[in-house]
């Protein structure tokens, strides 16, 4: 049941991350956020698969999410306590206002750590598209984690929230666990992609 908990718990705060990453992709083109220029090194700074409108897009949709999710959450936690499975319950993301900046870090969080990701691999030689493991799988969820962290801290130091809602809501349990799972989620996803651009290419 604890295990079950976690699963619940850990996807739930992490879903505008997932959500604010796929939109990026699907989203993308336009300006590169790197202007199209090269680092010291001579290689492009991130690429022109890290564009402005993936960000920017991304990570509206991703706090949309967010958004629904926190609007939900107070209505899934009562049916929860009603059938006796409070210990099940989810977060709302601190509720309006607060969510906004919280699950703005979430959504922004993920590109950035993606971001990031990119501009060491172009540093390390390889080629947009080419694998890169394990940081391939664990860029967007450490910048999640990252930026989430400040912004709960940042929020509860000023005093606008009465608890460090990362350190409430993110055991080590939960962290454990998305470092550990993400990886697999992110390399069958990208097998299903590979696999469905395959017969788009056979049947054209």
Do not use: C
Request: glycine fraction near 10%; charged fraction near 15%; avoid cysteine.
């Amino acid at each position: 049941m604890d295990l079950l908990i976690i699963l619940i718990q850990s996807f739930w705060i992490i879903t505008p991350a997932y959500i604010a990453n796929a939109s990026a992709l699907l989203t993308g083109g336009g300006r590169p956020i790197d202007g199209g220029k090269n680092w010291k090194d001579g290689r492009r700074i991130l690429g022109d698969g890290k564009t402005w409108q993936g960000l920017i897009i991304g990570t509206l949709i991703g706090m949309t999410g967010g958004f629904a999710l926190s609007t939900a959450s107070p209505l899934i936690n009562t049916f929860l306590i009603e059938n006796d499975f409070a210990q099940l319950s989810i977060t709302n993301f601190e509720g309006f206002p607060f969510m906004i900046p919280l699950v703005f870090s979430i959504s922004i969080g993920a590109l950035l750590g993606d971001a990031v990701e990119s501009f060491l691999k172009r540093r390390a030689n390889i080629q947009r598209g080419d694998d890169w493991i394990p940081f391939d799988q664990l860029d967007f969820i450490i910048g999640v984690l990252a930026s989430s962290f400040l912004m709960s801290s940042l929020l509860y130091l000023i005093g606008l929230t009465a608890t460090n809602w990362f350190t409430t809501n993110l055991s080590v349990e939960h962290i454990i666990f998305l470092l550990i799972v993400t990886p697999f989620i992110h390399i069958l996803s990208n097998l299903i992609n590979k696999k469905m651009r395959a017969r788009q290419a056979t049947k054209a």
